[in-house]
């Protein structure tokens, strides 16, 4: 019953920045991990940023120094700078827990897209 909902994705220029805001709503509570990825048409789904239980975030080495994800609870945002035309590609919302033995649930948003051009 959970969903995840993604916006703030659009188009901007290089050098640019965006805000992404992910929104879960059901049953959205105890989330191990929360985080973004992206894809581009053609290429492996890739992951941008996590936080995960404790407060600890990771990120991919393209992301890291221009992009800063946090999380309030039900909702996870990504704090995107510096964008560079590789940066494009549709940016997906994440959450993860364990549910059952052996049972770690991924739940993914709709995904929203992010043009970074002149």
């Known amino acids: 019953q959970v969903q995840l909902v993604e916006s703030g994705g659009g188009l901007v220029q290089p050098g640019g920045s965006l805000r992404l805001s992910c929104a879960a709503s059901?049953?959205?509570?105890?989330?191990?991990?929360m985080g973004w990825y992206r894809q581009t048409p053609g290429k492996q789904r890739e992951s941008v940023a996590t936080?995960?239980?404790?407060?600890r975030t990771t990120y991919a080495d393209s992301a890291k120094g221009r992009f800063t994800i946090s999380r309030d609870n039900a909702k996870v945002y990504l704090q995107m700078s510096d964008l560079k035309p590789e940066d494009t590609a549709v940016y997906y919302c994440?959450?993860?827990?364990?549910?059952?033995?052996?049972?770690?649930?991924?739940?993914w948003g709709q995904g929203t897209q992010v043009t970074v051009s002149s």
């Open positions: 994440n959450a993860a827990r364990w549910e059952r033995a052996g049972d770690f649930v991924n739940y």
């Open positions: 059901g049953s959205s509570f105890g989330f191990n991990v």
């Open positions: 936080v995960i239980s404790g407060g």
